[in-house]
């Protein structure tokens, strides 16, 4: 049972000072509708939130990526961030930059114990034109949930509605079902779709304030979208002198250290940086120390911003991608010294690593002029519509049937997908797709505009800049990465393009959906999961066939614990196969 209790706006503080320390079990806290004078009253809220929640327990907060950041680095120090949910909502335009959809919901947790939410499903989609699912499921579509995907943390599949000032009824079900535990109706607190009473539990559960909640309350006026923290406003000219950079310092690859080679630079003579820097994440870059505490780490990250807000122009752009903790933490930074534009999510959704899957990359998009700078938006402004599936051969026959619905180019890219395939890699565990470049370069920049990227490691961004007619610096300490960059330079240089490596791939005797489905089969006759005796008993296979082609055996069942699952069978059957 989950005894969900709405708070309102007047009495919210009072409310959570007078609850016991360490006993609700999670607070949804919408801060929309908040302007720039209560700042102070939400961290109010946020400190008596973490104070009162129990260890493990949730704090969702509702909010708008201009200011969200703030909110997250001060509630970073006080709990354990997990996620930042970007929920596509209504198309607004609060700045000079992208039309944005983009309303968020940060999650973080209370402690440093099991985190648990439950695994909730979006219903699959499926092409308007050919019928495939819109998620390209590279072959594997016989291990599709029969129930839907798992969600990731962008939600892109709900109705669009105002989640800026307010939390719209579907986000807010959402929430509730990754509680755990369904909700009790009452009265007082009416009961939301898709619930049931239960008695098995008891969870208390804070939605705060009422006002903000999708139909609950229509009479408060709601705030401007456009929201700059108190002390927080830039204070730059419009009128910085443009430097024109001497010929030895573009068109070139330098190896040594970002922030001493930047110093190189003179003021306000770059027209596009971006970054891309490593995510202090246990991955094998070649010399970045990536296991930096994260107080230096983040001085590391400061040092270098200063330096790409320092040299770049007044109609110059600032781009920065990283994971959604350390995005917050730059965008706190940046917003003191530059005009936000855009979090841009890159939704790239990755490997799943719990019941929610990480999918978000923040790209953040800021300038040195809120309105004044080279932002070649109406070239690039419509997309393809995200009814119809990316796959090239269904784009090529329903534009030869003649059907090219597009949709605008907005803050949330679901269209580049993540390097997956060896033969696209350079070494470098988290290169960047050619298109993802290609998009940032050509909408900030002009042919023959300087493009720079201190971190560039194998080149990526200088080599998409110079294909596409720009200038460019680049800059990295590793000197594997700078003979790359070099390499790949020369190639564009002289034919127009890089040439991939040809990876060979490893034969196999059978092929992984083949031995799969064959466990499928088996779990089928079996009425449970198989096992490695199970396979040698009935398979035609040999156990080898399987030991060799999967890391695990729990990789191997996966399309036999759908098919289970689908016949309703019990976990408590499986005799030691779930992963």
Same mark, same amino acid.
């Given at each position: 049972?989950?005894?969900?209790?709405?708070?309102?706006?007047?009495?919210?503080?009072?409310?959570?000072?007078?609850?016991?320390?360490?006993?609700?079990?999670a607070?949804?806290?919408?801060?929309?509708?908040?302007d720039?004078?209560?700042?102070?009253?939400?961290?109010?809220?946020?400190?008596?939130?973490?104070?009162?929640?129990?260890?493990?327990?949730?704090?969702?907060?509702?909010?708008?990526?201009?200011?969200?950041?703030?909110?997250?680095?001060?509630?970073?120090?006080?709990?354990?961030?997990?996620?930042?949910?970007?929920?596509?909502?209504?198309?607004?335009?609060?700045?000079?930059?992208?039309?944005?959809?983009?309303?968020?919901v940060?999650?973080?947790?209370?402690?440093?114990?099991?985190?648990?939410?439950?695994?909730?499903?979006?219903?699959?989609?499926?092409?308007?034109?050919?019928?495939?699912?819109l998620?390209?499921?590279?072959?594997?579509?016989?291990?599709?949930?029969?129930?839907?995907?798992?969600?990731?943390?962008?939600?892109?599949?709900?109705?669009?509605?105002?989640?800026?000032?307010?939390?719209?009824?579907?986000?807010?079900?959402?929430?509730?079902?990754?509680?755990?535990?369904?909700?009790?109706?009452?009265?007082?607190?009416?009961?939301?779709?898709?619930?049931?009473?239960s008695?098995?539990?008891?969870?208390?559960?804070?939605?705060?304030?009422?006002?903000?909640?999708?139909g609950?309350?229509?009479?408060v006026?709601?705030?401007?979208?456009?929201?700059?923290?108190?002390?927080?406003?830039p204070?730059?000219?419009?009128?910085?002198?443009?430097?024109?950079?001497?010929?030895?310092?573009?068109?070139?690859?330098?190896?040594?250290?970002?922030?001493?080679?930047?110093?190189?630079?003179?003021d306000?003579?770059?027209?596009?940086?971006?970054?891309?820097?490593?995510?202090?994440?246990?991955?094998?870059?070649?010399?970045?120390?990536?296991?930096?505490?994260?107080?230096?780490?983040?001085?590391?990250?400061?040092?270098?911003?200063?330096?790409?807000?320092?040299?770049?122009?007044?109609?110059?752009?600032?781009?920065?991608?990283?994971?959604?903790?350390?995005s917050?933490?730059?965008?706190?930074?940046?917003?003191? #010294?530059? +005009?936000?534009?855009?979090? @841009?999510?890159?939704?790239?959704?990755?490997?799943p =690593?719990? $019941? /929610?899957?990480?999918?978000?990359?923040?790209?953040?998009?800021?300038?040195?002029?809120?309105?004044?700078?080279?932002?070649?938006?109406?070239?690039?402004?419509?997309?393809?519509?995200?009814?119809?599936?990316?796959?090239?051969s269904?784009?090529?026959?329903?534009k030869?049937s003649g059907?090219?619905?597009?949709?605008?180019?907005?803050?949330i890219?679901?269209?580049?997908?993540?390097?997956?395939?060896?033969?696209?890699?350079?070494?470098?565990?988290?290169?960047?797709?050619?298109a993802?470049?290609?998009?940032?370069?050509?909408?900030?920049?002009?042919?023959?505009?300087?493009?720079?990227?201190?971190?560039v490691?194998?080149g990526?961004?200088?080599?998409?800049?110079?294909?596409?007619? #720009?200038? +460019?610096?680049a800059i990295? @300490?590793?000197?594997?990465?700078?003979?790359i960059? =070099?390499? $790949? /330079?020369?190639?564009?240089?002289?034919?127009?393009?890089?040439?991939?490596?040809?990876i060979?791939?490893?034969?196999?005797?059978?092929?992984?959906?083949?031995?799969?489905?064959?466990?499928?089969r088996?779990?089928l006759?079996?009425?449970?999961?198989?096992?490695p005796?199970?396979?040698?008993?009935?398979?035609?296979?040999?156990?080898?066939?399987?030991?060799?082609?999967?890391?695990?055996?729990?990789?191997a069942?996966?399309?036999?614990k759908l098919?289970?699952?689908?016949?309703?069978?019990?976990?408590?059957?499986?005799?030691?196969?779930?992963?």
């Amino acid at each position: 049972m989950m005894e969900i209790e709405y708070l309102h706006k007047e009495n919210l503080i009072q409310t959570l000072k007078r609850t016991p320390s360490n006993s609700i079990d999670a607070i949804v806290l919408i801060t929309g509708k908040h302007d720039s004078s209560g700042l102070d009253e939400i961290k109010t809220c946020l400190d008596e939130g973490a104070r009162v929640l129990k260890n493990g327990g949730l704090l969702f907060v509702q909010g708008r990526p201009e200011y969200l950041p703030d909110l997250g680095v001060y509630l970073d120090q006080r709990l354990t961030f997990k996620y930042w949910i970007a929920i596509q909502s209504t198309l607004h335009r609060p700045t000079a930059g992208l039309p944005s959809v983009h309303a968020a919901v940060l999650l973080f947790t209370k402690g440093h114990g099991r985190f648990n939410i439950n695994r909730v499903r979006f219903p699959h989609e499926y092409c308007a034109f050919c019928g495939k699912p819109l998620r390209d499921w590279g072959g594997k579509t016989h291990l599709m949930h029969p129930e839907g995907y798992a969600i990731s943390d962008v939600w892109t599949s709900l109705p669009p509605a105002d989640n800026y000032t307010q939390i719209s009824k579907p986000v807010l079900d959402t929430i509730l079902k990754l509680i755990d535990h369904e909700p009790q109706a009452s009265e007082s607190y009416p009961m939301l779709d898709g619930y049931s009473n239960s008695s098995h539990w008891h969870k208390r559960v804070i939605i705060a304030p009422r006002e903000s909640v999708e139909g609950m309350n229509r009479s408060v006026a709601q705030p401007a979208l456009q929201y700059h923290l108190p002390g927080l406003e830039p204070n730059l000219s419009s009128h910085l002198i443009t430097k024109t950079l001497d010929a030895g310092l573009w068109n070139v690859v330098h190896h040594g250290d970002a922030v001493e080679i930047l110093k190189q630079y003179p003021d306000n003579s770059i027209d596009l940086v971006f970054a891309d820097p490593p995510y202090n994440l246990d991955k094998s870059y070649n010399i970045y120390n990536d296991e930096l505490e994260s107080k230096a780490y983040l001085s590391w990250c400061n040092a270098w911003l200063q330096e790409y807000i320092r040299i770049l122009k007044p109609t110059g752009s600032l781009y920065l991608l990283n994971l959604p903790r350390w995005s917050m933490y730059h965008a706190s930074f940046l917003n003191k #010294r530059l +005009y936000f534009q855009n979090w @841009i999510v890159w939704d790239a959704l990755s490997e799943p =690593r719990g $019941k /929610l899957m990480p999918a978000h990359y923040g790209l953040l998009f800021y300038t040195k002029h809120p309105t004044d700078f080279t932002f070649n938006y109406e070239q690039f402004k419509e997309i393809e519509s995200h009814q119809f599936c990316l796959r090239s051969s269904c784009i090529r026959k329903r534009k030869l049937s003649g059907i090219d619905n597009k949709e605008p180019l907005t803050d949330i890219w679901s269209d580049i997908h993540r390097l997956k395939h060896r033969r696209d890699r350079d070494y470098h565990p988290c290169q960047l797709p050619d298109a993802l470049l290609e998009r940032i370069i050509r909408l900030s920049t002009n042919e023959g505009d300087i493009v720079l990227d201190a971190l560039v490691g194998t080149g990526t961004t200088v080599v998409t800049a110079a294909r596409l007619g #720009r200038r +460019y610096v680049a800059i990295d @300490i590793d000197e594997t990465y700078v003979a790359i960059t =070099r390499e $790949k /330079l020369r190639q564009v240089e002289n034919q127009g393009y890089v040439q991939r490596r040809s990876i060979r791939r490893k034969r196999t005797r059978y092929s992984k959906k083949e031995l799969q489905l064959e466990l499928k089969r088996l779990a089928l006759t079996l009425g449970r999961l198989p096992t490695p005796e199970d396979v040698q008993q009935f398979s035609s296979y040999s156990l080898e066939a399987f030991t060799e082609t999967f890391p695990t055996w729990g990789k191997a069942l996966k399309a036999a614990k759908l098919e289970v699952h689908n016949n309703g069978s019990s976990k408590n059957n499986f005799p030691g196969s779930m992963e």
